[in-house]
């Protein structure tokens, strides 16, 4: 079963309510019946339209915190009501009703009954972080879950609390009087004024109106860079543009190139091809060659090439490194 925190008022004025009628009530502003409103956007709409002034943050909150008191909470759920006196104790007190709305009343219409069995418990019989839950303060947040159940439930179980509910009154002791003077009953104690809890109040909201615009200033700052970083990426698309097409006309260059050193080395075949043939018809009719006949291997044809050295000698001086030889 879940236990729940129910705060009674902002300052703890509806105390005495909740412990003398055994009810928990939905403290706030929402005066429309909750029955089977399970649906958040549609309870949304409906108190954005009822209560049109409020800004959009509240009507969210005002929204879960109605739809957890009529439609979650069950019977046998636990329940927490902090006090608000100077003891600072914690009423806890179990769900025996289900959710009901009581529309003739000017406030207090939305209601569970309790039964306050488990009494009121002082504040440091209870781990540090559940009291943290507890009071986390928000002007709004009159009801929620504590998730710290499990725990909740075994302090409860095996300790013993401080005091019965409803509280006895308190009396002043007389132990320095004379004993004929009769023992003076007082008021009971103030709960609390208020004052500081205003004040916490309004630091916590400023607080929260700061962490706003932070967020808004982070969000337009991202943006911003956002905006850059696409303008840097487009930068990088342009230049990779540009390498790809100087990529390209290297090729193009190259093919050029490569086309133009084919023409040469096809034009110096030519030139060894009629040299070869010059060579062949400067010899006699039978084919035998002399001693002034070279054969020189060149790099560009697998045969050999007969060249006359007194026919072409300006050719042989080009070609006398080359490997020659007599026959």
Not at 273 to 279: I, L
Request: hydrophobic share 35%.
């Amino acid at each position: 079963m879940a236990v729940w925190l129910c705060r009674a008022g902002l300052r703890g004025e509806y105390e005495n309510k909740f412990v003398d009628l055994n009810k928990i009530f939905l403290i706030g502003s929402v005066s429309i019946d909750l029955t089977n409103r399970t649906d958040m956007q549609e309870l949304m709409k409906v108190i954005s339209s009822t209560y049109p002034t409020e800004p959009d943050g509240s009507v969210v909150t005002m929204s879960s915190q109605a739809r957890a008191f009529a439609t979650k909470v069950k019977v046998g759920d636990w329940v927490v009501t902090p006090n608000m006196g100077s003891e600072r104790l914690l009423f806890i007190g179990e769900i025996t009703g289900e959710y009901n709305y009581d529309p003739r009343k000017s406030e207090l219409k939305h209601s569970h009954t309790v039964d306050w069995k488990y009494g009121a418990w002082k504040r440091e019989e209870f781990d540090e972080d559940i009291i943290r839950s507890v009071d986390a303060f928000d002007s709004f947040m009159l009801f929620f879950r504590l998730r710290q159940e499990k725990r909740i439930k075994e302090i409860v179980g095996r300790g013993r609390p401080f005091s019965p509910l409803p509280l006895p009154p308190i009396r002043k002791s007389s132990i320095n009087k004379p004993e004929a003077e009769p023992i003076e009953e007082t008021e009971p104690v103030q709960i609390y004024d208020g004052t500081a809890l205003n004040e916490t109040a309004e630091e916590i909201r400023t607080v929260i109106r700061e962490v706003r615009e932070t967020i808004t200033e982070v969000r337009k700052s991202n943006i911003k860079e956002a905006a850059e970083v696409r303008t840097v990426i487009e930068d990088v698309k342009d230049v990779l543009n540009q390498v790809k097409e100087t990529i390209t006309e290297v090729k193009k260059a190259t093919i050029n190139e490569a086309i133009e050193v084919k023409k040469v080395i096809a034009e110096v075949r030519d030139a060894l091809d009629a040299a070869e043939g010059a060579g062949g018809s400067g010899g006699s009719g039978s084919g035998s060659s002399n001693s002034n006949t070279v054969y020189i291997r060149d790099s560009y044809s697998s045969g050999r090439s007969t060249v006359c050295v007194k026919c072409d000698p300006a050719y042989y001086d080009i070609l006398k490194t080359r490997r020659c030889f007599r026959r």
